[in-house]
């Protein structure tokens, strides 16, 4: 994965303190990204908690300042394809085996609660989309993915 402007340990976050991924990724049921989360939602905390840890004096230098957190992507598709988070959300959400959203997350991010630095797992190439989408008789017309 690529380095960040702060290292973010989702390994305290979503593997020690369990947050689902929603927690922090607020707009993945409603929207097309995720969202990254503003750092006055990390502040939200972070006024209390941990204080004397780097990261987290660093991420209060950037609040202070008015200034977001210029994190560098991990997972992207090429622009001319249209991915909206919260179908997929939606579906798996709805099967018992990933009935909660890091479950669902899960299975295109990897277990993100073990990565000491987030990293693309899976391709994210045209034929792992068709191919999931055929294993879970979802549509596999072009107009689904492609504007």
């Not at 929603?22 to 939602?41: D, E, M, W, Y």
């Not at 950037?62 to 919260?86: L, M, S």
């Amino acid at each position: 994965g690529p380095e960040q402007p702060i290292a973010f340990p989702h390994t305290v976050h979503a593997g020690d303190l369990g947050l689902d991924c929603t927690f922090c990724h607020r707009n993945v049921t409603q929207g097309s990204a995720a969202s990254i989360p503003a750092v006055g939602l990390c502040m939200t905390c972070h006024q209390t908690i941990g204080t004397d840890k780097p990261g987290v004096q660093q991420l209060t230098a950037f609040h202070e300042a008015g200034q977001p957190i210029d994190w560098v992507r991990v997972h992207r598709v090429p622009d001319h394809v249209k991915f909206v988070h919260e179908p997929h959300i939606r579906f798996f959400s709805a099967q018992p085996e990933y009935a909660n959203a890091a479950g669902t997350c899960q299975l295109c991010h990897g277990d993100v609660a073990t990565m000491l630095k987030v990293e693309q797992v899976r391709s994210l190439k045209m034929g792992d989309c068709v191919d999931c989408h055929r294993d879970n008789e979802a549509p596999t017309d072009c107009t689904t993915c492609h504007y």
